[in-house]
């Protein structure tokens, strides 16, 4: 099985980074393809905790490579106080691997989207104000910067001047603040070549060289499905490919070479940011998943809207991505619960739908229907088998699995990287 896609079937923030360790020891090469440091992941090794957000979570695991790639927007300072807070607790992030071809974000570029966000009001799309979009823009419109430019001044500088002469005028004119001289982008970029210089290489090679070798591939998505700027809830989506088409573009892996695709989906849903979500809730029962789930952003530190279980994202999310395998996370958060509801279908206007509406006017205006289930009172934390389970957590798992399009392969019962429940091999 040479690459395995790892991608978020909800709004993100489902787990994918435990997922990913889960599976670290066993894989080689562990690549994030998309996003940059506008998401987290968190991991728990022991009575270790450790966020990651621009590192693929391959960083933590002894003997596989972690790769940056292409697809990815870099922010360098970020990158290199990451490594440093890692080697500070004995982590190894020697390693690492980042694309030549993946773009940087240069300063301007958060300057831009923390004040057009602000420019846009009530229109705003709720962005990290991390500068990604503008920069995944900027790789659109050709006027981009690459992580192999940083070493050439010339072409640097030609690019940053290019930039500069549309930004400034927005910046300037626009938005009332000071011009960006090119001068001080290039300082700031050069400042980091030599540093740099030792992780970067020509990622798509170095993963087509190891799948032909019979090495194990792992291709990790930042954000996830239903933020996918093609095929999730546009306009509040992110700027990159978040599903399992964008991993292999945004790595250089020919689609041919991708076997498995794993879903991660929590028991229950949540998301960041502005946009619709049919199933939030605005009561007692949100600030209760809110609170046993810990829900506050990895990255941004804010709290999370939450809502029940809504298999008609799963269903959709298995449909893009050819999900193979669901990984289900945080199932103990539910315990507790008399009742659990689940969203079967949506409601529009009085007309029933099993799958996604069509149109976003539609999305907008759904109301759940939901299936309510029986809940349980016991600890699960401990659970290592299906057996373990209550019978109505078990019951819960099932129903949730037949609703999803695909198996339900892992249960996570707790954040430890042990308390994970395998029903189906992964690899």
Known sequence: MPAVVIVGAQWGDEGKGKATDLLGSRVDYVVKFNGGNNAGHTVVIGDEKYALHLLPSGILTPGCIPVIGNGVVVDIGVLFEEIDGLEARGVDTSQLKVSASAHVIPEYNKVLDKVTERFLGSRKIGTTGRGIGPTYADKMNRQG??????????????????????????????????????????????????????YVADTTLLLDSAIVDGKIVLLEAGQATMLDVDHGTYPFVTSSSATSGGAATGSGIAPTRIERVIGIVK???????????????????????????????????????????????????????????????????????????????YDVDGVRHEEMPVNQTDFHHAVPVYEELPGWSEDISGARSFE??????????????????ARMSVIGVGPGRDQAIVCHDLI
């Open 267 to 345: 028991a229950y849903t949540t998301r960041v940011g502005e946009g619709p979500f049919p199933t939030e809730l605005f009561d007692e029962s949100g600030e209760f998943l809110r609170e046993q789930g810990a829900e506050f952003g990895t990255t941004t530190g804010r709290p999370r809207r939450c809502g029940w279980y809504d298999a008609v994202i799963a269903r959709y999310a298995a449909r893009i991505n050819g999900v193979t395998d669901f990984v289900l996370t945080k199932l103990d958060v539910l315990t507790g619960l008399e009742t659990i509801p689940v969203c079967v279908a």
């Open 145 to 198: 910067i690459r992580v192999q430019d940083i070493f050439d001044e010339k072409i640097l500088t030609q690019k940053v001047e290019g930039a500069l002469e549309l930004k400034n005028q927005i910046l300037t004119k626009v938005y009332n603040r000071r011009a960006v001289t090119v001068e001080e982008v290039v300082e700031d970029l050069r400042s980091y070549a030599d540093r740099l210089a030792p």
């Open 388 to 405: 373990d389970l209550p019978p109505t957590a078990q019951a819960y798992v099932r129903r949730v699995e037949e609703l999803s399009g």
